[in-house]
């Protein structure tokens, strides 16, 4: 990742890529305390264009806000780096990560000298799950690591150290030949994947957890608003394990995964096994209103 032309925006000027490091004494590098977010920019019908970036951004200052952490500079800024970010390096579509986090001011805990840096870089990026999967759809384990507590770790806040449960659940579920995990809460109710938002339908209604200590996704809600606008009853509420294995349909959500099918859980398959009717009209949906090709939500697009 770091040996490639390009650009990355860090506090606040475009440095060659690969000259955009870090001292090994970075504070956030040994505790985790940082936040950043996942943001897409997509080729749109007349030009390229980030999908939500002002609710990303909103969630980002959210995030630091939650973990206490002072940005040093304003929204406006951070929402002019990222389409920087994608101009500069010639991208028609990308995957944009801006990340806040504690420099190499001081170390321990108790450091209270830290600054807190930010940089975004883009890249070109895939589908997250594998292209063919999008029709196919994945296979999800339940994982064995339960989901963060709302009282041990901020929830709500997309932060660096949340990712450490994330990547233990993912790693089990690929080493037991599956696409991705399922994560439940303390409680035994189903939470989310590693790093997406999970949906059922069932006789025509759609269901997704409340949230509690899932991320509030933006595809979540972006996925949300379009079925109910298209007048399919969409329900919050605890889910059990087993509600998912008996579903018609199944899919993820999230910036990376956008509307992924999931076709199997555990080894037991969910509704017919492939992509469902109604997960196929919401993705296409989805992929239209990113691609500029649908009138409504225009201003979830910021042109670069
Ligand atoms: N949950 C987790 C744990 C995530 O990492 C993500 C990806 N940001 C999501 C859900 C989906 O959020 P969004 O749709 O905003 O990308």
């Known amino acids: 990742m770091d040996d490639r032309d390009g650009v990355i925006w860090l506090d606040g000027e475009l440095v060659p890529w690969r000259e955009a490091r870090v001292h090994v004494l970075t504070h956030t590098l040994h505790y985790g305390m940082g936040v950043f977010e996942g943001v897409r920019a997509y080729r749109a019908e007349q030009g390229t264009a980030i999908f939500r970036l002002e609710d990303h951004t909103d969630r980002l200052f959210s995030s630091a806000h939650i973990l206490g952490m002072r940005m040093q500079f304003d929204k406006e800024a951070v929402n002019a780096a990222q389409r920087a970010v994608v101009r500069e390096n010639g991208l028609q579509s990308a995957y944009i990560r801006p990340m806040c986090f504690y420099g190499s001011e001081g170390m321990g805990l108790r450091a209270d000298n830290l600054r807190v840096h930010t940089m975004v870089a883009a890249w070109d990026w895939g589908s997250y799950l594998g292209a063919e999967n999008m029709e196919k759809g994945i296979r999800v384990k339940v994982s064995s690591f339960t989901r963060h507590h709302v009282n041990i770790t901020m929830c709500k806040a997309k932060a660096n150290g949340n990712y450490m449960n994330s990547m233990l659940a993912l790693k089990e579920a690929l080493e037991c030949g599956y696409d991705e995990a399922l994560l439940l809460d303390n409680e035994g109710f189903v939470m989310e994947g590693s790093g997406e938002n999970i949906f059922l339908v069932r006789n025509g209604t759609i269901y997704t957890p409340d949230l509690t200590s899932a991320l509030d996704g933006i595809t979540r809600s ?37 509307v992924t099918p999931i076709r199997e859980v555990d080894g037991r398959l969910i509704g017919s096994g492939s992509r469902g009717p109604m997960t ?3 993705q296409s949906l989805y992929f239209d209103l990113v691609h500029g090709r649908l009138d409504a939500h225009a201003d979830w697009l910021a042109y670069v």
């Open 222 to 258: 972006t996925v949300i608003d379009l079925a109910r606008e298209l007048g399919i009853p969409v329900v919050e509420k605890r889910i059990t394990r087993d509600e998912v294995y008996v579903a018609d349909e199944a899919f993820f959500t999230g910036t990376a995964a956008e």
């Open 280 to 282: 196929e009209r919401l």
